[in-house]
Protein backbone atom coordinates (compact mmCIF):
# COMPACT_ATOMS: atom_id res chain seq x y z
CA UNK A 1 0.00 0.00 0.00
CA UNK A 2 1.15 3.28 -1.08
CA UNK A 3 1.48 5.93 1.76
CA UNK A 4 -1.47 8.40 2.41
CA UNK A 5 -0.65 11.92 0.93
CA UNK A 6 -2.55 14.56 2.96
CA UNK A 7 -4.38 16.97 0.43
CA UNK A 8 -4.00 19.75 0.62
CA UNK A 9 -0.59 19.70 -0.65
CA UNK A 10 1.75 22.44 -1.34
CA UNK A 11 4.18 21.89 -3.92
CA UNK A 12 7.41 23.99 -3.22
CA UNK A 13 9.87 23.59 -6.41
CA UNK A 14 12.97 24.17 -4.74
CA UNK A 15 15.14 24.15 -8.14
CA UNK A 16 12.69 27.23 -9.28
CA UNK A 17 13.03 29.34 -6.64
CA UNK A 18 17.00 28.60 -6.98
CA UNK A 19 16.61 29.64 -10.36
CA UNK A 20 14.66 32.72 -9.84
CA UNK A 21 16.84 33.97 -6.95
CA UNK A 22 19.77 33.10 -9.63
CA UNK A 23 18.27 35.78 -12.56
CA UNK A 24 17.47 38.21 -10.01
CA UNK A 25 20.75 38.57 -8.05
CA UNK A 26 22.69 38.10 -11.57
CA UNK A 27 20.86 41.54 -12.58
CA UNK A 28 21.11 43.03 -9.89
CA UNK A 29 24.70 42.45 -9.18
CA UNK A 30 26.08 43.64 -12.62
CA UNK A 31 24.36 46.97 -11.16
CA UNK A 32 26.18 46.94 -8.16
CA UNK A 33 22.98 46.02 -6.04
CA UNK A 34 23.16 43.22 -3.35
CA UNK A 35 20.10 41.36 -2.42
CA UNK A 36 19.21 39.75 0.55
CA UNK A 37 16.58 36.99 0.15
CA UNK A 38 12.98 37.51 2.14
CA UNK A 39 11.10 34.76 3.36
CA UNK A 40 8.36 35.81 5.03
CA UNK A 41 6.24 35.00 2.29
CA UNK A 42 6.50 31.87 2.41
CA UNK A 43 6.67 31.05 6.45
CA UNK A 44 10.58 30.93 6.17
CA UNK A 45 10.73 27.64 5.10
CA UNK A 46 14.39 27.12 5.56
CA UNK A 47 14.98 25.38 2.61
CA UNK A 48 13.61 28.25 0.16
CA UNK A 49 16.41 30.48 2.47
CA UNK A 50 18.90 27.59 1.34
CA UNK A 51 17.74 27.97 -2.13
CA UNK A 52 17.65 32.01 -2.35
CA UNK A 53 21.40 31.73 -0.93
CA UNK A 54 22.69 29.09 -3.81
CA UNK A 55 21.00 31.37 -5.88
CA UNK A 56 23.26 34.27 -4.91
CA UNK A 57 21.13 36.13 -2.58
CA UNK A 58 23.51 37.46 0.49
CA UNK A 59 21.51 36.83 3.40
CA UNK A 60 17.70 36.28 4.31
CA UNK A 61 15.41 38.32 6.07
CA UNK A 62 11.98 38.05 7.55
CA UNK A 63 9.66 40.08 9.74
CA UNK A 64 9.09 38.37 12.67
CA UNK A 65 11.46 36.77 15.70
CA UNK A 66 9.76 32.78 15.90
CA UNK A 67 10.83 32.64 11.71
CA UNK A 68 14.31 34.31 12.55
CA UNK A 69 14.69 32.18 14.98
CA UNK A 70 14.27 28.96 13.23
CA UNK A 71 16.36 30.73 10.58
CA UNK A 72 19.24 31.35 12.68
CA UNK A 73 19.04 27.77 14.33
CA UNK A 74 19.15 26.13 10.57
CA UNK A 75 21.71 28.36 9.14
CA UNK A 76 24.18 29.81 12.07
CA UNK A 77 26.31 31.79 9.71
CA UNK A 78 23.88 33.77 7.56
CA UNK A 79 23.32 37.37 7.46
CA UNK A 80 19.79 38.06 8.79
CA UNK A 81 17.85 41.12 8.93
CA UNK A 82 14.88 41.53 10.66
CA UNK A 83 12.40 43.36 8.49
CA UNK A 84 9.57 44.52 11.04
CA UNK A 85 10.90 47.29 12.94
CA UNK A 86 11.48 45.43 16.17
CA UNK A 87 9.36 45.53 18.99
CA UNK A 88 10.94 46.88 22.71
CA UNK A 89 9.71 43.13 24.32
CA UNK A 90 11.63 41.19 21.30
CA UNK A 91 15.75 43.02 22.10
CA UNK A 92 16.94 40.27 23.64
CA UNK A 93 15.89 37.38 21.07
CA UNK A 94 16.78 40.44 18.54
CA UNK A 95 20.49 40.68 19.07
CA UNK A 96 20.83 36.91 19.59
CA UNK A 97 19.08 35.77 16.30
CA UNK A 98 19.08 38.82 13.73
CA UNK A 99 22.76 39.96 12.45
CA UNK A 100 20.93 43.39 11.22
CA UNK A 101 17.46 44.86 11.86
CA UNK A 102 15.57 47.71 10.10
CA UNK A 103 14.74 50.78 12.88
CA UNK A 104 13.38 54.15 13.34
CA UNK A 105 12.99 54.84 16.72
CA UNK A 106 15.58 55.92 19.04
CA UNK A 107 14.03 54.31 22.10
CA UNK A 108 14.31 51.00 20.61
CA UNK A 109 18.25 51.71 19.38
CA UNK A 110 18.86 52.83 22.65
CA UNK A 111 17.30 49.67 24.10
CA UNK A 112 19.27 47.42 21.80
CA UNK A 113 22.73 49.16 22.40
CA UNK A 114 22.14 48.73 26.68
CA UNK A 115 20.99 44.93 25.87
CA UNK A 116 24.05 44.54 23.21
CA UNK A 117 26.45 46.00 25.91
CA UNK A 118 25.06 43.92 28.52
CA UNK A 119 25.27 40.62 26.61
CA UNK A 120 28.75 41.25 24.76
CA UNK A 121 27.17 41.68 21.25
CA UNK A 122 27.20 43.96 18.88
CA UNK A 123 24.50 44.56 16.49
CA UNK A 124 23.85 46.28 13.29
CA UNK A 125 20.82 48.53 12.33
CA UNK A 126 19.31 50.31 8.86
CA UNK A 127 17.78 53.54 9.66
CA UNK A 128 14.79 53.92 7.54
CA UNK A 129 13.61 56.88 5.74
CA UNK A 130 9.97 57.27 4.60
CA UNK A 131 9.88 58.97 0.98
CA UNK A 132 5.68 59.02 1.18
CA UNK A 133 4.31 55.39 1.56
CA UNK A 134 3.67 56.47 5.03
CA UNK A 135 4.96 53.33 7.03
CA UNK A 136 7.87 53.06 8.83
CA UNK A 137 10.67 55.66 8.48
CA UNK A 138 11.98 59.29 9.27
CA UNK A 139 10.19 61.98 7.63
CA UNK A 140 12.19 64.57 9.71
CA UNK A 141 15.62 63.81 7.59
CA UNK A 142 17.43 65.93 10.35
CA UNK A 143 15.96 64.24 12.88
CA UNK A 144 17.55 60.79 11.39
CA UNK A 145 21.21 61.74 10.81
CA UNK A 146 21.46 63.10 14.17
CA UNK A 147 20.28 59.66 15.47
CA UNK A 148 22.60 58.43 12.82
CA UNK A 149 25.38 60.61 14.62
CA UNK A 150 24.32 59.56 17.68
CA UNK A 151 24.53 55.34 17.14
CA UNK A 152 27.98 56.40 14.80
CA UNK A 153 29.90 58.03 17.64
CA UNK A 154 27.78 57.07 21.10
CA UNK A 155 26.54 53.46 20.74
CA UNK A 156 29.63 51.33 20.59
CA UNK A 157 27.38 47.88 20.24
CA UNK A 158 25.74 49.36 17.45
CA UNK A 159 26.95 49.61 13.95
CA UNK A 160 25.02 51.50 11.65
CA UNK A 161 25.00 49.79 8.40
CA UNK A 162 23.12 51.92 6.25
CA UNK A 163 19.67 53.71 5.62
CA UNK A 164 16.98 52.15 3.95
CA UNK A 165 13.14 53.01 2.69
CA UNK A 166 10.08 51.10 2.00
CA UNK A 167 7.52 52.08 -0.81
CA UNK A 168 4.78 50.42 -2.28
CA UNK A 169 3.05 48.87 0.98
CA UNK A 170 1.03 51.25 3.02
CA UNK A 171 0.48 54.29 0.39
CA UNK A 172 1.08 51.93 -2.54
CA UNK A 173 3.97 54.80 -3.97
CA UNK A 174 6.26 53.58 -6.27
CA UNK A 175 9.99 53.65 -6.10
CA UNK A 176 10.88 55.99 -9.02
CA UNK A 177 14.24 57.62 -9.82
CA UNK A 178 13.16 61.01 -7.95
CA UNK A 179 12.84 59.31 -4.66
CA UNK A 180 15.58 57.15 -4.49
CA UNK A 181 17.95 59.94 -5.85
CA UNK A 182 16.28 61.34 -2.36
CA UNK A 183 17.53 58.33 -0.16
CA UNK A 184 20.99 58.46 -1.90
CA UNK A 185 21.73 62.32 -1.05
CA UNK A 186 20.48 61.35 2.70
CA UNK A 187 23.21 58.39 3.10
CA UNK A 188 25.81 61.08 1.12
CA UNK A 189 24.89 63.68 4.06
CA UNK A 190 24.94 61.40 7.06
CA UNK A 191 28.44 59.96 5.71
CA UNK A 192 29.47 63.42 5.62
CA UNK A 193 28.61 63.56 9.21
CA UNK A 194 29.89 60.20 10.42
CA UNK A 195 32.64 60.31 8.29
CA UNK A 196 32.73 57.31 6.32
CA UNK A 197 30.57 55.67 3.62
CA UNK A 198 27.75 53.22 4.58
CA UNK A 199 27.53 49.85 3.64
CA UNK A 200 24.24 49.57 2.64
CA UNK A 201 21.80 51.82 0.93
CA UNK A 202 18.75 50.20 0.80
CA UNK A 203 16.23 51.21 -1.93
CA UNK A 204 13.37 48.58 -0.99
CA UNK A 205 11.73 45.33 -2.39
CA UNK A 206 10.24 44.15 -5.07
CA UNK A 207 8.24 47.19 -6.26
CA UNK A 208 12.04 48.12 -7.34
CA UNK A 209 12.38 45.96 -9.89
CA UNK A 210 10.32 46.99 -12.24
CA UNK A 211 12.67 50.32 -12.04
CA UNK A 212 15.78 48.26 -12.25
CA UNK A 213 14.46 47.32 -15.27
CA UNK A 214 14.40 50.38 -16.97
CA UNK A 215 17.47 51.08 -15.83
CA UNK A 216 16.04 53.92 -13.55
CA UNK A 217 17.38 52.62 -9.87
CA UNK A 218 20.03 55.78 -9.41
CA UNK A 219 23.66 55.28 -8.71
CA UNK A 220 24.70 54.79 -4.79
CA UNK A 221 21.57 52.23 -4.39
CA UNK A 222 24.09 49.48 -3.57
CA UNK A 223 21.07 47.08 -2.00
CA UNK A 224 17.41 45.46 -1.87
CA UNK A 225 15.89 43.56 -0.20
CA UNK A 226 13.75 41.13 -2.44
CA UNK A 227 10.93 38.31 -1.54
CA UNK A 228 8.03 37.89 -3.74
CA UNK A 229 9.81 38.73 -6.86
CA UNK A 230 12.12 35.30 -6.34
CA UNK A 231 9.13 33.51 -4.52
CA UNK A 232 6.04 34.09 -7.11
CA UNK A 233 6.95 36.13 -10.27
CA UNK A 234 3.03 36.78 -11.08
CA UNK A 235 2.66 39.50 -9.26
CA UNK A 236 5.53 41.62 -11.05
CA UNK A 237 3.58 40.52 -14.36
CA UNK A 238 0.41 41.08 -13.32
CA UNK A 239 0.72 44.26 -11.52
CA UNK A 240 3.77 46.02 -13.11
CA UNK A 241 3.34 44.08 -16.46
CA UNK A 242 7.31 43.54 -16.29
CA UNK A 243 8.15 40.38 -15.72
CA UNK A 244 11.59 39.89 -14.77
CA UNK A 245 13.33 37.44 -17.26
CA UNK A 246 14.13 34.30 -16.67
CA UNK A 247 11.98 34.32 -13.47
CA UNK A 248 9.58 31.64 -13.41
CA UNK A 249 5.71 32.22 -11.73
CA UNK A 250 5.01 28.39 -10.71
CA UNK A 251 7.49 27.43 -7.80
CA UNK A 252 4.61 26.97 -5.95
CA UNK A 253 1.78 24.41 -6.75
CA UNK A 254 -1.42 24.17 -4.40
CA UNK A 255 -2.96 20.32 -5.09
CA UNK A 256 -6.41 19.79 -3.40
CA UNK A 257 -8.27 16.66 -4.29
CA UNK A 258 -12.47 16.83 -5.37
CA UNK A 259 -14.68 15.79 -2.77
CA UNK A 260 -17.91 16.62 -4.72
CA UNK A 261 -19.22 16.76 -8.48
CA UNK A 262 -22.44 17.56 -9.36
CA UNK A 263 -25.00 19.05 -11.25
CA UNK A 264 -26.43 22.37 -9.45
CA UNK A 265 -28.42 25.88 -10.67
CA UNK A 266 -25.29 28.52 -10.66
CA UNK A 267 -28.10 31.22 -8.24
CA UNK A 268 -28.77 30.42 -4.78
CA UNK A 269 -31.87 28.96 -3.88
CA UNK A 270 -34.07 30.95 -1.22
CA UNK A 271 -33.36 34.15 0.71
CA UNK A 272 -29.89 35.80 0.21
CA UNK A 273 -28.57 36.66 3.63
CA UNK A 274 -24.55 36.78 4.37
CA UNK A 275 -22.14 34.29 3.60
CA UNK A 276 -19.83 32.76 6.38
CA UNK A 277 -17.93 35.51 6.48
CA UNK A 278 -20.31 38.27 6.63
CA UNK A 279 -20.36 39.00 3.12
CA UNK A 280 -22.82 39.57 0.60
CA UNK A 281 -21.28 37.92 -2.68
CA UNK A 282 -23.01 38.93 -6.14
CA UNK A 283 -24.04 35.99 -8.15
CA UNK A 284 -24.14 35.14 -11.47
CA UNK A 285 -27.90 32.93 -12.97
CA UNK A 286 -26.20 31.03 -15.56
CA UNK A 287 -28.34 28.23 -15.64
CA UNK A 288 -27.34 24.76 -14.49
CA UNK A 289 -23.70 24.21 -14.22
CA UNK A 290 -21.45 21.29 -13.54
CA UNK A 291 -19.81 22.15 -10.12
CA UNK A 292 -17.13 21.16 -8.22
CA UNK A 293 -15.72 21.01 -4.53
CA UNK A 294 -12.52 21.01 -3.83
CA UNK A 295 -11.35 20.18 -0.11
CA UNK A 296 -9.27 23.56 0.41
CA UNK A 297 -10.52 26.92 1.58
CA UNK A 298 -10.50 30.46 2.83
CA UNK A 299 -8.43 28.94 6.06
CA UNK A 300 -5.56 27.67 3.75
CA UNK A 301 -5.38 30.31 0.91
CA UNK A 302 -7.36 33.78 2.44
CA UNK A 303 -9.75 33.21 -0.52
CA UNK A 304 -10.71 31.73 -3.92
CA UNK A 305 -9.53 35.08 -5.92
CA UNK A 306 -5.94 34.57 -4.89
CA UNK A 307 -5.63 31.02 -6.92
CA UNK A 308 -5.33 30.57 -10.62
CA UNK A 309 -6.79 27.75 -12.45
CA UNK A 310 -4.20 25.47 -14.42
CA UNK A 311 -6.66 23.71 -16.30
CA UNK A 312 -8.58 25.01 -19.40
CA UNK A 313 -12.15 25.38 -18.98
CA UNK A 314 -12.40 25.47 -15.10
CA UNK A 315 -13.41 28.15 -13.44
CA UNK A 316 -13.03 29.31 -9.50
CA UNK A 317 -16.25 30.01 -8.43
CA UNK A 318 -16.17 30.73 -4.25
CA UNK A 319 -14.86 29.42 -1.15
CA UNK A 320 -15.71 29.08 2.09
CA UNK A 321 -13.67 28.12 4.98
CA UNK A 322 -12.82 24.69 3.98
CA UNK A 323 -14.50 24.12 0.68
CA UNK A 324 -13.64 25.85 -2.85
CA UNK A 325 -16.13 25.44 -5.29
CA UNK A 326 -15.10 24.66 -9.01
CA UNK A 327 -17.37 25.24 -12.14
CA UNK A 328 -15.95 22.27 -14.37
CA UNK A 329 -18.93 22.84 -17.25
CA UNK A 330 -16.54 23.52 -19.70
CA UNK A 331 -13.79 21.32 -18.90
CA UNK A 332 -12.67 18.89 -21.48
CA UNK A 333 -12.32 16.03 -19.03
CA UNK A 334 -14.13 16.86 -16.20
CA UNK A 335 -12.96 15.72 -12.80
CA UNK A 336 -14.25 13.33 -10.88
CA UNK A 337 -14.34 12.31 -6.86
CA UNK A 338 -11.18 11.84 -5.77
CA UNK A 339 -8.96 13.69 -8.59
CA UNK A 340 -6.57 16.42 -7.35
CA UNK A 341 -6.32 19.49 -9.02
CA UNK A 342 -3.56 21.72 -9.11
CA UNK A 343 -3.60 25.84 -8.97
CA UNK A 344 -0.83 28.68 -8.73
CA UNK A 345 -1.09 31.00 -5.74
CA UNK A 346 -0.79 34.48 -5.70
CA UNK A 347 1.21 36.25 -3.00
CA UNK A 348 -1.37 36.33 -0.34
CA UNK A 349 -2.50 32.70 -1.06
CA UNK A 350 1.36 31.45 -0.45
CA UNK A 351 1.43 33.09 2.01
CA UNK A 352 -1.42 31.62 4.14
CA UNK A 353 -1.13 28.29 2.61
CA UNK A 354 3.03 27.96 4.17
CA UNK A 355 1.79 28.80 7.36
CA UNK A 356 -1.02 26.87 7.71
CA UNK A 357 -0.75 23.51 9.85
CA UNK A 358 -3.35 21.74 7.48
CA UNK A 359 -1.68 21.92 4.34
CA UNK A 360 1.40 19.59 3.75
CA UNK A 361 3.90 21.12 2.33
CA UNK A 362 6.31 19.02 -0.38
CA UNK A 363 9.58 19.92 -1.52
CA UNK A 364 10.54 19.23 -4.94
CA UNK A 365 14.00 19.36 -5.64
CA UNK A 366 15.42 19.18 -2.51
CA UNK A 367 18.50 16.99 -3.21
CA UNK A 368 20.66 19.89 -4.93
CA UNK A 369 20.89 22.11 -1.66
C1 LIG B 1 8.25 42.43 3.19
C2 LIG B 1 9.33 43.41 3.13
C3 LIG B 1 10.26 43.37 2.09
C4 LIG B 1 10.17 42.37 0.96
O1 LIG B 1 9.02 42.60 0.20
P1 LIG B 1 8.74 41.81 -1.16
O2 LIG B 1 7.62 42.52 -1.78
O3 LIG B 1 8.40 40.42 -0.78
O4 LIG B 1 9.98 41.86 -1.99
C5 LIG B 1 11.29 44.29 2.11
N1 LIG B 1 11.39 45.22 3.08
C6 LIG B 1 10.50 45.29 4.09
C7 LIG B 1 10.66 46.34 5.13
C8 LIG B 1 9.44 44.39 4.16
O5 LIG B 1 8.57 44.48 5.17
Known sequence: MSETIHYPVLEIDLQKLENN???????????????????????SIVEAGKAMLKGGCSGLATSRM??????????????????????????????????????????TIRAIEAACASAGLQHGVILMADLGDLREGFRDFEAMAALAEEIEFEMPHVTLEGIGTNLGCYGSISPTTENLTELVELARAIEARI??????????????????????VPEGINHL???????????????????FPGVVADAFTLKAQVVEVKEKPSYPIGEIFVDAFGEVPVYHDEGIRIRAIAA??????GSHEKLLVRDEGLRLIGSSSDHLILDVTDMKVRPQVGDVLSFDLYYPAMLYATGSASVEKVLLNSEAL
Open 21 to 43: AEKVTAYAGERGIEITGVIKGCN
Open 225 to 243: RVGEGILNGRDLMVFWNTP
Open 296 to 301: VGKQDV
Open 66 to 107: DQMKRIREALPGVETWLLRIPMLSEIEELIRCSTISLNSEET
Open 195 to 216: GRPLRYVSGGATTTLPLLLKGG
